[in-house]
C-alpha cells in the first residue's frame, strides 16, 4: 500500500489503520513495510506526535 505524501491525509490514514486493525505503531510499520522513524519523522514536521498509551498521533 503506498501511503498518502500530504501530511493531513498521511496523519488521517495512519491513525484510521491504528484505530481499526493494528495494535501498536510497530505492528502497522512492520505489516505495511514502512519506515518508523521516517513516518514519525514525517508527522512530527507537520505538528503530530505519537502516543503509544493511545495508539494514535495526535
Known sequence: MELPQDPMML??????????TYPSLDALCDDLHVDKQ????????AGFEYSS??????
Do not use: G, P, Y
Request: aromatic fraction near 12%.
Open 11 to 20: 496523519f488521517s490514514v495512519i491513525n484510521m489503520k491504528l484505530r481499526d
Open 38 to 45: 521516517h513516518l514519525v519523522q514525517t508527522l512530527a514536521k
Open 53 to 58: 498509551e493511545h495508539n494514535r498521533f495526535w
